[in-house]
């Protein structure tokens, strides 16, 4: 028997930020902005639970944001590798 995906929402908990996938043009205005190539981003692994969530693939690049007590709301980018 296969092994099934949790039956709860894993973004409901309140240690998970919010996952989004960056859209190619996004991607590649940040990468720009920041005079980067993707290797040289923060990587996450394709097989983390939140990127398995979002559907997200090898290649893509996530922006996640964090709630802070102190800025408000901090944003970080991951490029998504095996």
Known sequence: MPKSFPV???????????????????KAQLLAQFKLQPYQMPQIRSGDPAVKA????????????????????HVTYRYVVE
Request: glycine letters at 8%; zero cysteines; a negative charge.
């Open 8 to 26: 709860f929402d894993i973004f409901e908990h309140a240690l998970v930020p919010f996952h989004e996938i960056l859209s190619e043009k996004e």
């Open 54 to 73: 979002i559907g997200a693939q090898p290649g893509h690049v996530l922006k996640i944001t964090r709630k802070s007590t102190t800025a408000g709301e």
